[in-house]
């Protein structure tokens, strides 16, 4: 018993070195993603990270050379994540916001999303009604739907209730399973789920305007931040941005 | 059906790898929660005054407040405070075994105080020193004591791990959601992870009780 558990502390030390390790032997930036939001950043098939901002960001790593690791980081935590430098910068399909912008850079903006509500496909629901109804709202947490909604809805005296989810797929399963009525997202992933075969339906934008989504960089990083926006805008400006776009559903 | 069942195979090898760093989590938490828990326990029923109260403040510290408080306090506030870059994986491994050391402490507290008095004078009066009698003759039948304790705290432990993953630990539970955001096929992934960590739960517990069979001395009645 007593050398099982020697046996077992020596394993767990080299598992501790190993990995502490690997992080010193060469300095790999690190992108913090959400894993849960196709098509921007998922998991794919294989457990490798996958979508428009991982390959875009893989591009612009060979472009400018640096080495690049995907970390899947909670949403709701990610600029906390950022600014305690467990991951380098964000390129997650994130919007730019005003509250954002003083915590965190952001390079040039690759695309704009258009926030819309979305319920059941069968449901007869307008904008109107779910604005100024007595309905249930889902959002994802952290985002900034979430923060658009409170300040400009809910502030402001309208009546219905927010539901916030971890992550954007959830809000969708609890639109099918009848536990809110709509759901604010963007078109991107509203056409993806649409695409994937849930039964939802697109019913109109709700009056936030259209978001910028951008990379974000700690303030002090300045070099990064350069690499990233001259890498960004290369990018940007080659065939294979059209063909990632499209690859993407994006458009 | 068929869409969630081919959902569950194409992830089946990604979430097996998750559940197998729940495990490394709760091996590393369960051995550094004794290895933190063992000397608690000894202090609360042997220290002096002082160092029994101390003991005792961090039992209650470390029972008091939920995981996720300590999670994220340690990953972000911390660590980050201090200035020292640990991985969410170590976090979690010693946050865990930091709360697990107050509640080992207790299990062998217990375990300790149910050997009869008796053994230790007899201990003392066959020449033993304080020390000897506790290692050679009280520990020795505590930590036996303490098996289905630690059963028990096994299988909370393995609960409490898959909380971990709000730090973005590439555990079971975040994993469930990656492929569950891709495929949309979110009860037949959750069924899936709610029976990898049954079958956690049952394998640990399972060996648990062979070890204590194994260890019992024949014969032996308290």
Redesign the interface.
């Known amino acids: 018993m007593k050398n099982g558990l020697r046996c077992l502390v020596v394993v767990l030390m080299a598992v501790m070195v190993i990995s502490g390790g690997a992080f010193a032997a060469e300095k790999t930036l690190i992108n913090g993603i959400d894993a849960n939001y196709p098509p921007y950043s998922f998991i794919d098939k294989t457990g490798k990270p996958d979508g428009l901002d991982v390959m875009a960001v893989n591009w612009i790593a060979k472009e400018m050379g640096f080495k690049v690791k995907h970390q899947p980081t909670e949403w709701a935590a990610i600029i906390p994540s950022l600014k305690a430098k467990k991951i380098d910068f964000i390129a997650s399909g994130m919007s730019v916001t005003p509250e954002r912008k003083e915590q965190v850079n952001f390079t040039v903006s690759y695309y704009q999303t258009v926030m819309v509500l979305v319920a059941k496909d069968i449901s007869a629901l307008t904008v109107d009604q779910a604005i100024n109804g007595n309905l249930k709202w889902g959002v994802q947490r952290g985002t900034s739907e979430a923060k658009w909604i409170e300040d400009n809805l809910l502030k402001k005296g309208k009546a219905f209730k927010l539901q916030q989810y971890d992550s954007a797929p959830l809000a969708m399963e609890d639109i099918l399973n009848g536990r809110i009525d709509v759901a604010a997202v963007s078109t991107t992933s509203a056409e993806e789920f649409m695409l994937k075969g849930m039964a939802i339906r697109i019913i109109g934008k709700y009056g936030q305007p259209d978001d910028e989504t951008a990379y974000a960089v700690r303030k002090e990083d300045t070099e990064l931040y350069n690499k990233l926006n001259d890498g960004l805008k290369k990018l940007m400006a080659t065939p294979y941005w059209q063909e990632l776009k499209h690859q993407y559903g994006l458009r | 059906m068929s869409q969630g069942m081919t959902a569950i195979q194409?992830?089946f090898?990604?979430l097996l790898?998750g559940a197998w760093v729940n495990l490394?989590v709760v091996?590393?938490a369960l051995?550094f929660g004794f290895l933190l828990g063992l000397p608690l326990a000894l202090g609360q029923v042997y220290g002096g005054k002082i160092l029994r109260r101390v003991f005792a403040v961090y039992v209650w510290f470390f029972r008091g407040i939920p995981l996720l408080v300590f999670l994220?306090l340690f990953?972000?506030g911390l660590?980050?405070w201090l200035d020292i870059?640990l991985?969410?994986?170590?976090v979690a491994v010693i946050v865990l075994g930091l709360i697990s050391a107050a509640y080992q402490s207790q299990t062998l507290r217990g375990a300790l105080l149910s050997i009869p008095e008796g053994q230790m004078k007899a201990a003392r009066a066959l020449g033993m020193s304080d020390f000897q009698a506790i290692f050679r003759v009280i520990l020795p039948q505590s930590i036996r004591l303490s098996i289905p304790g630690w059963s028990n705290e096994y299988a909370i432990l393995l609960k409490d791990s898959a909380v971990t993953?709000?730090?973005?630990v590439?555990e079971l539970m975040?994993?469930t959601?990656?492929?569950?955001?891709?495929?949309?096929q979110?009860l037949y992934l959750y069924i899936t992870a709610g029976i990898l960590f049954m079958i956690l739960t049952y394998a640990g517990t399972r060996l648990m009780g062979m070890?204590q069979k194994r260890?019992t001395v024949p014969g032996y009645t308290r």
């Not at chain 2, 991985?87 to 170590?90: E, G, L, N, R």
């Open positions: 194409e992830g090898w990604y790898e490394i091996v590393g051995i994220f990953y972000f660590v980050a870059n991985s969410a994986f170590t993953y709000a730090l973005g590439s975040s994993r959601n990656h492929v569950a955001s891709r495929t949309y979110h070890l260890l």
